[in-house]
Each structure stands twice: as structure tokens, then as C-alpha cells.
């Protein structure tokens, strides 16, 4: 099949749709990286955004949402201390400048605690916002290429990568959504040649960069890569468009890091520091499987259907191979950098976008039983977290709703994957609520990371602190401003006086470590809660064996396995010990 589009041509394999074969309707017959258009449905786009806003607001307003240590360590505290500073351009976080990251997400939480206050929900609305954009850019860019853009978003708000990282004010969802949005405008000046959407595309560039820095620019390079190693391409609009959006994004982005090394002269160091630590080398090439098997967990529940359809275009066989051929190089493309330095696997959320289209779009071509098999697959992988989970919270009695909704919509997604006319967007959709049961009602009834409803009064007063770790992790954003470490020296807690945060198992230490220098100490509330170690799903008591499991077990009292926090009043030296 030829393809003719303005400057474009191009001949690739197209089979049409045969009757029995599942899926949305069979697309145009136009397919390609130049196609043309499809009709633009803005309605369907704002009723894709706000399904999605309605999927990811439930409980980003818990304490014991989903979340981390770069959350609520770093993202809440930064915003905190620049708002105590009375700061917009330069970050802080533990009384020192943070130039790790450039400052627009901290900008846009700092604007909204300024109009609302300081609240994890308040916090987090940027990032959901930002998950609902991403689908409908996801949408938007798969109708460049005749999909189904509503199906293609609706798969994406049914991915794991979504669901969680929409629900942490963290960097890596919202620099996806805005590079997605300079790719969408890339490929409208591709192929129609418009300053303006050439121009559109820097500004989305440049706010994606002072989101997350130069990782932004590679990902809207990797799809160019791609384009000149998977097919030939000119695009209609004129070089001297490409030199004015550099001249619009370097006006837009550089203005902040130019007048930062002029303030703080040791931000090129910091750079240097941040680079140093991502250990990069081309011996992490060979980690390239596990950062593709990173992006595959945050695909799921469409995983193995990704990886079908991978097959399908490595074998020459997928429905739209020239386009398959094109989605494929950009995912490779995408992850190159991430396998040569350390990363986590959120990095790579932009790259949901080729999987997506790629994977809707083998799918849509599958014969009805193979559709349905991939589609039970995939509520099965729903299922399994949404199982133990549901499990773990109705066994302790922390809720028996929020299981028996979750185990409802497993069961309506399960129906809905051995209905014997299958339909890929109504399951995406039960998928999306799904993750809603899971993320937004079963999750947070567990309590991790909560705080006790009433806190000593005094701790809205006193100067606050946490020995040795970062937990509790929700005290600062519930106390409205940056709660600091006391690092385990006798010269920190020498110069800390107020109330101090500690295990219960550490307390004794504190107070002997106290007395040694003559200071007071003394017990003023205790609390358990749950608390995550790094990985979210390592919340329990650190140390605790089977015994504690069983007995936790058997009475169905989860005391055994919760560690508990003691608030301690540290004071200046006795009268006694200055004696």
C-alpha cells in the first residue's frame, strides 16, 4: 500500500480487518506515521480527561495513599520550606538550596498552597491533573495514525504507571505528559508545516524541562531517532521553523538555570554531583532488559499483550507493521539512556505512549479467542494485588467495603474478559476502576503512614523533629511546614530541643543519650502506624519473623506486625545536671 501525504511517501504492508476479527472499529485505511488526521472529537477527549480525573482523585488526600520517600521527604518538604522562606525561585529543602531539579513543579504546588493550604491533597492535584492530560495526549497522538485515540487513553488510565504515579506529587508523570504533548505538536508540524505548532511544541518542550531538566529533550528525541532508523521522512514544514522553536524553547527554559548559577555558583557542581551518582557507563547496556522489564510493570495489566505485539512486529506480522515498526524503535530508543546510568523504572512513563498504541493496535486486529485471552490475562494480573490485598485488609478488620468493592470490579472485569463479544475499551474501563478499588479505597484503609487524628498540641509550636529516618513521613505536610531529621549523634540531639519523633525501640537510646548530657526527656504521646521502607509494599515491623506473622495471624490483630512511634519532649539541661 502507497501512502501519499504533501512532501511524504511511503509503502509499508496493510491487511484490512476481516469480519470476525475484535477490537474497535476497523480503522482508516490510511495507516502510517503520515497519515492524515482522523476527525478531531475534543468532546471525546474532555470526557476522556475527566473519566480520567474522576479515576485518579480518589484518596490522593489520605495520609496513607500511596506514596514514598521522594514524595514526602523531598517534593512535600521543598515546597514547605520555600514557602517558609517566602522563596519562589530557588528550592530548599533542609535549610540548603535544592538545584537537583528545576523548579516548575514546585511552582505549581507552591501556588496552589498558597491559595488553598498545605494539604496531600492539595499537594497532588498537579500530578493527576497531569495523568489525565497524558491519556488524552496518548489519545490524540494515536489519531495521527487513524487508531482509536479513545481507546488507546483509556488503556493508558488503566496502567499501573498511571494509577500509582498519578497519585504522588513526584516529577516523572508530569514531565511524560508534557514531552507527550510536544510530541503530538512535533508530528502536527511534521506533517502540516505550522509555525504555530512548531511553536507549541517548544513551549510544551520547555515547561517538560523545567519540570525534569534535559531528560525531556530525549524524549521527544527518541521518536525522531526512530522515525530516520525505521523510515524515511521529510517534513512539510520549512528548517527555519525547527531553528525558531530552538530559539522560543531556550527563551523559555534557560532563563532559570542561567540566573541560578549566577545566584549559586555551585550549581554546575551540584550537576556534576547529580551525574556522578547515576553512574553512567555503556556496561549498563547490558541492564537494558531490566529497565524494558521496568517498563513492562508499568504497563500492566497490558504487559503480555505488549509483548505480543512486540513479537507480532519483530516477526513482520503486526496489522499496521510500518507504523508497529516505528513504535517499537521508539520504545528501544526511549530506554538507551536509562540502562547506561542507575534509575527507577517511573523514568520511563513517557514511553507508555508507543506501547500503548502499539499494543491497541495489534489487539484491535485479534480474532475474537485471542482477544479474550489476552484480556483474561490481563484482569488476572488485576486481580492478584487486588486479592491479596483485599484479603490482608478485611482478615484485620481495617474495612470490609473497600474488599468487597475491589473483589466486585475484579469480578466485572473478569466477566467482561470471557464475554463472548469482548470489547478492548468497555474492559480498559473496568480495568480503570479497578485500580480505583485498589488505589483508592483498599490501599489506604491499611493506614500507612497515618497519624494519630489528634497530635500533642504543642508540636503546632515547638520545634518538631524525627530521629535517624524520615518517619513519620506525613508530619510535615500535616504540621504545614518542614519537619527535619535529627541525624543519631550526641551533637545533634545536643542542639535539638522539642519534640523529637522515634521508634519505640530507639526511645530508650534517646533518653539515655539525653540524660548522658544532662538534658530532659520525657514520653508525651505513642502511636502505631504503618510506615513504608522504601518499596511501598514493605510496610510492616522491620525484623519481625514468622512467629510474629502467625500470631498476627491467628487473633487477627495486626499490633504484632505495626511498629509504633514515640513522641518525646526533649528539653534544655536540668537544674541537676548544671549542678
Not at 2 to 10: I, K, L, N
Not at 310 to 338: D, E, S
Not at 363 to 376: E, G, K
Not at 390 to 406: K, L
Request: proline share 7%.
Amino acid at each position: 500500500m502507497e501512502v501519499r501525504t504533501g512532501a511524504f511517501r511511503f509503502v509499508f504492508p496493510c491487511r484490512l480487518h476481516p469480519p470476525d476479527r475484535a477490537g474497535d472499529p476497523a480503522p482508516m485505511q490510511t495507516h502510517g506515521a503520515l497519515a492524515p488526521d482522523s476527525r478531531m472529537r475534543p468532546e471525546r477527549d474532555w470526557l476522556l480527561f475527566t473519566f480520567a480525573l474522576a479515576c485518579l482523585l480518589p484518596a490522593i488526600g489520605s495520609q496513607s495513599s500511596i506514596s514514598g520517600q521522594d514524595e514526602y521527604w523531598l517534593s512535600f518538604r521543598t515546597v514547605l520550606e520555600m514557602q517558609e522562606r517566602g522563596e519562589w525561585l530557588t528550592p530548599y529543602v533542609n535549610g540548603e538550596v535544592r538545584l537537583q531539579k528545576p523548579p516548575l513543579l514546585y511552582w505549581a504546588i507552591r501556588a496552589l498552597f498558597e491559595l488553598f493550604g498545605a494539604s496531600v491533597f492539595v499537594a497532588r492535584i498537579p500530578t493527576v491533573v497531569a495523568g489525565a492530560a497524558f491519556a488524552v495526549a496518548a489519545a490524540k497522538i494515536a489519531r495521527c495514525f487513524s487508531y482509536s485515540g479513545t481507546a488507546v487513553g483509556l488503556m493508558v488510565i488503566a496502567t499501573a504507571g498511571v494509577a500509582v504515579e498519578s497519585r504522588r506529587a513526584m516529577f516523572d508523570l508530569p514531565v511524560a505528559c508534557l514531552s507527550s504533548w510536544a510530541i503530538l505538536w512535533g508530528i502536527r508540524w511534521v506533517r502540516g508545516g505550522s509555525l504555530a505548532a512548531m511553536l507549541t511544541a517548544a513551549g510544551f518542550l520547555a515547561a517538560a524541562a523545567m519540570t525534569k531538566g534535559p531528560v525531556a529533550m530525549w524524549f521527544l528525541l527518541a521518536p525522531i531517532v526512530a522515525a530516520l532508523l525505521a523510515r524515511r521522512w521529510r517534513p512539510v514544514g520549512s528548517w527555519m521553523h525547527v531553528v525558531v522553536g530552538l530559539v522560543v524553547f531556550g527563551a523559555l527554559a534557560l532563563p532559570w538555570p542561567l540566573w541560578v548559577q549566577q545566584a549559586h555558583p555551585k550549581f554546575w557542581n551540584v550537576m556534576a554531583e547529580q551525574a556522578e551518582h547515576r553512574e553512567f557507563g555503556l556496561a549498563g547496556l547490558l541492564s537494558l532488559p531490566k529497565i524494558a522489564g521496568a517498563a513492562l510493570g508499568l504497563l500492566v495489566p497490558w504487559s503480555i499483550a505488549f509483548l505480543g505485539a512486540t513479537i507480532a512486529t519483530v516477526r513482520g506480522r503486526h496489522p499496521q507493521q510500518g507504523v508497529a515498526k516505528w513504535l517499537l524503535t521508539w520504545f528501544l530508543v526511549g530506554l538507551v539512556p536509562f540502562a547506561l546510568m542507575s534509575s527507577f523504572e517511573r523514568y520511563v512513563l513517557a514511553l507508555l505512549v508507543p506501547m500503548g498504541l502499539l499494543t491497541q493496535s495489534w489487539m484491535a486486529s485479534l480474532l475474537l479467542r485471542h482477544l479474550r485471552a489476552h484480556l483474561i490475562v490481563a484482569a488476572s494480573l488485576l486481580a492478584l494485588p487486588t486479592v491479596v490485598f483485599g484479603s490482608f485488609v478485611a482478615w484485620f478488620g481495617f474495612s470490609y467495603v473497600a474488599p468487597a468493592i475491589a473483589f466486585v470490579m475484579v469480578w466485572v472485569t473478569l466477566r467482561g474478559a470471557v464475554d463472548a463479544t469482548p470489547s478492548l475499551r468497555r474492559f480498559a474501563i473496568h480495568a480503570s476502576l479497578s485500580f480505583v478499588a485498589l488505589l483508592g479505597l483498599v490501599y489506604p484503609a491499611i493506614g500507612i503512614n497515618a497519624l494519630p487524628e489528634a497530635l500533642p498540641a504543642e508540636m503546632q509550636t515547638s520545634r518538631v523533629g524525627t530521629w535517624g529516618r524520615p518517619q513519620p513521613g506525613m508530619l510535615s505536610i500535616e504540621l504545614g511546614r518542614s519537619v527535619k531529621q535529627v541525624n543519631r549523634s550526641d551533637s545533634d540531639l545536643g542542639a535539638f530541643e522539642g519534640v523529637l519523633l522515634t521508634l519505640e525501640e530507639e526511645a530508650a537510646d534517646v533518653a539515655a543519650r539525653c540524660a548522658a548530657t544532662g538534658k530532659s526527656c520525657e514520653q508525651i504521646a505513642a502511636f502505631p502506624s504503618f510506615y513504608s521502607r522504601r518499596a511501598w509494599l514493605r510496610f510492616f515491623k522491620e525484623g519481625i519473623g514468622w512467629p510474629e506473622w502467625k500470631r498476627a495471624l491467628v487473633a487477627r490483630d495486626p499490633g504484632p506486625l505495626m511498629p509504633r512511634f514515640v513522641a518525646l519532649r526533649v528539653g534544655p539541661p536540668t537544674r541537676e545536671a548544671n549542678r
